[in-house]
């Protein structure tokens, strides 16, 4: 069973757009939803995460935006650069530092 | 700050075969997690560490694979024997607690069984 689902799959935007990339959750007892970014040849590394006690944080072009009735999450970025192109993954987590990852998105930015 | 170190980054082996993978972790980290991550899907947790102690090895499939922790530092992934479908990236991450804190990832190495 899929803790955690991701889509789309893949993604492909022109330079200076908005990337969306959706996750869906089942098991209220996660707390922590970090989104990790991972280039080829490089393990993932942390991007941006959110508690559920807020509904969404920025840092920089990038925002979380969290519905924790839906049981729903969702990277943006914002002003999208070739740069940014790598596979995202969006993950939870519960008391236990268990982590779940999503299938993973593909992210392209044309320039 | 040194990152989490793996060794091997690339391994080939015959089906059958054994294969051990290396990790140090951050310093002072005490979760060290092992994933496996095939082509196309996202990490999958193989086995979870709190310090030497297991907290969780329910994905680990027992017959083949083997992990240890010795002294609550480095860890050691085995495969005996390989099968093809253990071909993946077999990622090591520590983080610096338990609860609710960045898992920090090594470079992975990648098995190919053939």
């Known amino acids: 069973q899929q803790q955690v689902k991701q889509s789309p799959q893949s993604l492909i935007v022109q330079k200076g757009g908005i990337s969306i990339i959706n996750c869906a959750y089942e098991?209220?007892?996660?707390?922590?939803f970090p989104w990790y970014q991972q280039f080829p040849g490089k393990g993932p590394a942390l991007l941006i995460a959110i508690r559920p006690d807020v509904s969404e944080k920025k840092e920089g072009r990038f925002t979380i935006s969290f519905n924790k009735s839906a049981k729903q999450f969702s990277l943006h970025i914002m002003d999208s650069q070739p740069g940014d192109s790598a596979t995202y993954f969006c993950?939870?987590?519960?008391?236990?530092?268990?982590?779940?990852f999503g299938s993973g998105t593909k992210l392209n930015v044309k320039p | 700050e040194a990152g989490v170190a793996q060794s091997p980054r690339y391994k080939i082996i015959e089906k059958r075969q054994s294969v051990a993978f290396w990790c140090n972790p951050i310093s002072g980290h005490a979760t060290l997690y092992w994933y496996q991550q095939i082509l196309g899907q996202g990490p999958k947790l193989l086995i979870q560490?709190?310090?030497?102690?297991?907290?969780?090895d329910s994905q680990l499939p027992k017959d083949r694979f083997s992990a240890e922790r010795l002294k609550g530092v480095d860890s050691t992934l085995k495969i005996q024997p390989a099968k093809l479908e253990d071909s993946a990236v077999y990622l090591c991450?520590?983080?610096?607690?338990?609860?609710?804190?960045?898992?920090?990832f090594g470079q992975g190495t990648r098995l190919t069984v053939v």
């Open positions: 098991n209220t007892a996660f707390d922590y």
């Open positions: 993950a939870a987590s519960n008391s236990f530092n268990k982590f779940y």
């Open positions: 560490f709190q310090n030497n102690g297991v907290v969780d």
């Open positions: 991450a520590s983080s610096l607690q338990v609860s609710n804190t960045e898992a920090f």
